[in-house]
T-cell receptor
Framework: GENVEQHPSTLSVQEGDSAVIKCTYSDSASNYFPWYKQELGKGPQLIIDIRSNVGEKKDQRIAVTLNKTAKHFSLHITETQPEDSAVYFCAASIAGGSYIPTFGRGTSLIVHP | DAGVTQSPTHLIKTRGQHVTLRCSPISGHKSVSWYQQVLGQGPQFIFQYYEKEERGRGNFPDRFSARQFPNYSSELNVNALLLGDSALYLC????????????FGDGTRLSIL
């Protein structure tokens, strides 16, 4: 089955800095890669996603890049703010009729004011 | 519009007991998935239902079962509870179409004493 590795497990930055979280996946059939943000006491919230026919996608301060050849994808957050502090999860799903993602172990992002 | 709602929010049980967790999907969503999230890890897939039929099952023992009702709401049942079943149980809904994003509820925190 699919295996998703996520790094780093903890990321501490100063407000205004950029943050980058990286994930690798094992199954070349995976074609959909969402990123979720989970705040304390809440469920994961979808923040951005990318499909395998696209190399990069941006949404305001957030961007995701995908390298299919290397089987890795990354989340980039620019101009970080204290409210960006949360646990971020990447996920990968294999093409097919159902969407059953495999999640990474998560990255705890801490943005210091 | 209401998001995914789960009940109860917290639950305390003892070993050997049985528990039923409930989930109402976003209006119009026909697919519901259940995940187990232990502290410090990403969500682990348990079940997916679409149009009341099981469409996927993760690597969980037979003590775990689920069903989906005609109104697309769902229940997750766990029998003979073990200490290791203590976790956050998340429900996610989607349209059920290929690789459409899932939207999570805030989960049920289950503690086993």
């Amino acid at each position: 089955g699919e295996n998703v590795e996520q790094h780093p497990s903890t990321l501490s930055v100063q407000e205004g800095d950029s943050a980058v979280i990286k994930c690798t996946y094992s199954d070349s059939a995976s074609n959909y890669f969402p990123w979720y943000k989970q705040e304390l006491g809440k469920g994961p919230q979808l923040i951005i996603d990318i499909r395998s026919n696209v190399g990069e996608k941006k949404d305001q301060r957030i961007a995701v890049t995908l390298n299919k050849t290397a089987k890795h994808f990354s989340l980039h957050i620019t101009e970080t703010q204290p409210e960006d502090s949360a646990v971020y999860f990447c996920a990968a799903s294999i093409a097919g009729g159902s969407y059953i993602p495999t999640f990474g172990r998560g990255t705890s992002l801490i943005v210091h004011p | 519009d209401a998001g995914v709602t789960q009940s109860p929010t917290h639950l305390i049980k003892t070993r050997g007991q049985h528990v039923t967790l409930r989930c109402s999907p976003i209006s119009g969503h026909k697919s519901v998935s259940w995940y187990q999230q232990v502290l410090g890890q990403g969500p682990q897939f348990i079940f997916q239902y679409y149009e009341k039929e099981e469409r996927g099952r993760g690597n969980f023992p037979d003590r775990f079962s689920a069903r989906q009702f005609p109104n697309y709401s769902s229940e997750l049942n766990v029998n003979a509870l073990l200490l290791g079943d203590s976790a956050l149980y998340l429900c996610a809904s989607s349209s059920g179409q290929d690789n459409q994003p899932q939207h999570f509820g805030d989960g049920t925190r289950l503690s086993i004493l």
